[in-house]
């Protein structure tokens, strides 16, 4: 409870009389540390099971090699490494990806502007970061639609608004009403200016990466970006084994400039990786292998997360299914694998193949949120909001996720045992058929006893069904619409958001419209 | 996956033409062996914390005592065991009953009429059996209503239905249109006749449990029933520290028959129990201690079950709450301390506040599901169909926390570290930017290698709005009616069910009805 109050009941501020008002009719908005975990990590995997699959991970690279595509300078500093390359395939010798990736750091702060907002990103943290990357939105009075920049900010709203999640995430809709190759000016302006938590920055183009570097120092400022970590960006592996120019190439942007990526093979199991779990995570390991060292050819010492993004396939339908006992080994092992890698650990999500914010939505987004806590995850994309594959970004489901989340940070307490968690003075007090409702240990200890839930529905049956009788969904769509309406901008000094707005427009007239 | 198999495929037998006619239209009814884990336990709790926890609950047994009420010759047995006797409290010296204890078995083998469907209890087993107590029933069609005879023989068509439930049950619902001191012997008349899988006797009298046994003796016969262990029943603690002369009633009459009981204290934490998640240790295992123990003077290596039933509550409303981090501590610790006395042990379900299988029911469900697999629970009562707190047994909610059950098996197979596993081939035949769907060793695997739903939806999203847009309720609802309208009862030898129609008819014309 204490990690949860320490940085909590913050609210924006700002200067003179109007800021005294706004202070004094703010909303109060709470915001809890990121999970410093203090119950052990489940390891699934046997020593012996994980010394064979490092050991099949080497051969892979060895013997099949990785793809490093239209990236010529890639091969170039491969070679100098001491890879073997052939054409645009890279074999890299028994031991070698390990040594170098030896120069990546165990644990990252990413700085928020908000220094409360700060994460440690590593170690025995984890780290709640929304929904990425849904073309789609969905809520209850408007349905399934494209999602628009009007969306975008009001998940950036919420995901400020949001108690349990400590970063406000990159993509949390792609905004499809403005051009591909300035939406991410757009994007990257929302989270600057109205949340104040850590973000993630573009990786669609090296350029946009480099918007997002330069976007960073205007907010941070140059020489604290050049010597701090400031966004966390999400480079995917084409699974199997290839490593695109795109994606390479904004790594190379944010390894050189000190910021972090998480480097993370996307898997279907059975499409893009062998349909076993051993075989997913003898490949999962290889490409992380490549990819990290990869970055620590660019720059010894780069920031880098090892990430697993995986899940199950329909074999009937083909479709990705979601928080199933497999996506859970592979889970579970690959935290392991991360862990003897030194490195921090990305995985786990709300995800769901459902349609609905619905039971089904809800078992399999508690399936795979309860594995990433017990997984050792550092970084949790996708924490809340998730739905239909990733195809659609739920404003329901954002707060209902985001409440579950509240879950994780008790759990990973761990069990008081000093003498107040003992209770034995309790215990004598009360006696034999008592009752501990009024004893004084319980009304000295209740407040903070246990995790509270800020939206599901206790209320007596009766109550219930006088208020309408609503689901869980429909208790989340109020939430939404009064988050929303209470949401208040932290204050942000007038001078670096007219920069930040005049870089924007600057960047937006240097080219023209691209919807690709 | 070959654990599921070996007993999978099952269907009604009988003799004679009939009997084959009916095999060749039989619904095919598959059911799965009870879980063998070959996963870890989560330990969540330290060594140092474990015997801090031990060490107070002698205490709590020595200073405080627990009450027997209103029973005279269970406070001469304690006498004559060495406690400390005043009225009715019974003290208990540090050490004496973790002595008792010592001479129960730490696995129970529950047969079942169909051997196939016999289950074992303890070491890494996990039985699953569905939810116990609701008086009310909830479908989508009748809404909220009083549970009848006619809802119990569904729940327990149902219970026979589904592939990854082992256990039959007992009070699946409270059969409120039959005279409580009848409705026993229609119940286990269901079970024994609707079903061919294990399940439980009568608590709610001594005379009951008679009953019970007395019936278990026609269906298995009498030196059958003498010898081995064919009901699991449930003795619940009225804690705090208090053992009531009905519940004490029923454990005297099951040890002394041979016959299973768990033992289960049956806390809302804050007011059967201390706040706090070591307190709420502390006083269960005082109540186990010395319930185990006195089942052990009773009749020593008589079979019984370490329980556990524990949710929050809500400091405001006093509602209690489920699926919540502190539940889950409390689960995943009594898991070690029932391991440490080396006794079976039994917690978790489908446990939610929720008054709709919505979302709120399905995050609640699958959080202590999920603990409760790992926590190392051998015998899981509530594993589906939970609502509501307990008030209602929900049909739809029954066949989707069934089918969630199906995720627990695939979790506990663990990761399989074979040549087939490790897919080597795999990786390289398919090699970088290939893909897995069509390589052999996909071909070879694939109807193995992920757990499968047999009610979730993952079709395309055009797919699903054509079929009307179902949410999972309505998917489970339609799921409901058709393995109703595909029962078919189970072979049972005729005069076997006449002597129990024979039975039961002479113990109900044998009393005037009573309704408490």
Same mark, same amino acid.
């Given at each position: 409870m204490a990690e949860a109050q320490a940085a909590a009941g913050r609210r924006s501020r700002g200067g003179g009389g109007a800021a005294r008002r706004a202070e004094r009719t703010a909303v109060r908005i709470e915001a809890a540390k990121y999970i410093e975990r203090n119950v052990p990590n489940f390891e699934i995997l046997t020593q012996e099971a994980l010394e064979i699959i490092e050991y099949n991970a080497e051969t892979v690279l060895e013997e099949i090699g990785v793809a490093f595509v239209e990236n010529p300078s890639a091969l170039q500093r491969w070679r100098e490494a001491g890879a073997d390359v052939t054409g645009e395939r890279v074999r890299i010798p028994r031991g070698l990806a390990r040594k170098l990736c030896e120069?990546?750091?165990?644990t990252i702060i990413q700085h928020a $502007?908000? &220094?409360?907002r700060t994460v440690e990103i590593g170690g025995k943290s984890l780290v709640l970061a929304p929904v990425y990357g849904p073309p789609f939105v969905r809520d209850a009075?408007?349905? $399934?639609r494209y999602a628009t920049m009007e969306d975008f900010r009001n998940f950036v709203k919420l995901g400020y608004m949001s108690?349990?999640?400590h970063h406000s995430g990159?993509? #949390?809709?792609?905004?499809?009403? #403005?051009a591909v190759n300035k939406r991410h000016l757009d994007m990257l302006f929302a989270h600057m200016t109205l949340s104040d938590k850590p973000y993630m920055g573009s990786v669609t183009d090296p350029s946009r990466a480099a918007d997002s570097v330069a976007m960073s120092k205007i907010l941070f400022g140059d020489e604290f970006v050049d010597q701090n970590t400031v966004m966390t960006s999400l480079v995917n592996i084409n699974s199997p084994l290839t490593f695109d120019n795109v994606m390479m190439g904004a790594l190379e942007v944010y390894a050189q400039a000190n910021q972090a990526c998480i480097i993370s093979p996307f898997i279907v199991g059975g499409a893009?990786? &062998? #349909?076993?779990v051993a075989g997913t995570l003898t490949q999962v390991l290889a490409e992380v292998l490549a990819g990290v060292a990869y970055s620590q050819i660019v720059r010894p010492g780069a920031p880098v997360i090892f990430g697993a993004f995986v899940t199950s396939i329909d074999?009937?339908?083909g479709a990705p299914t979601f928080g199933t006992p497999e996506a859970a080994h592979i889970t579970y092992g690959a935290g392991q694998l991360a862990r003897r890698m030194g490195l921090p650990y990305r995985s786990a999500g709300s995800?769901?193949?459902?349609?609905?914010?619905d039971a089904q939505a809800a078992y399999e987004t508690a399936n795979s949120l309860n594995m990433g806590l017990l997984s050792g995850v550092n970084f949790m994309l996708?924490?809340?909001?998730?739905l239909e594959g990733g195809l659609v970004a739920s404003f329901e489901k954002f707060v209902m996720d985001a409440d579950q989340l509240g879950v994780l940070h008790h759990l990973a307490q761990g069990v008081f045992m000093d003498e107040n968690g003992q209770a034995m003075d309790a215990i004598r007090e009360v006696?034999?058929?008592?009752?501990?409702?009024?004893c004084a240990h319980t009304q000295a200890n209740f407040k903070e006893a246990f995790w509270r839930t800020q939206m599901l529905d206790y209320r007596p049956f009766e109550a219930w069904q006088e208020a309408g009788a609503p689901d869980t969904a429909a208790l989340a769509n109020a939430r939404v619409k009064k988050l929303l309406a209470d949401y208040q901008k932290p204050a942000i000094d007038p001078a670096v958001e007219e920069a930040l707005a005049a870089f924007v427009a600057e960047r937006k007239s240097s080219m023209p419209d691209a919807f690709s």
């Open positions: 120069t990546a750091p165990s $502007r908000n &220094p409360d009075e408007g349905g $399934r108690k349990w999640l990159g993509t #949390v809709c792609e905004p499809t009403d #403005v893009m990786a &062998p #349909v076993t074999m009937n339908s995800f769901t193949g459902s349609k609905l914010p996708h924490s809340c909001g998730w006696g034999p058929g008592g009752h501990y409702l009024g």
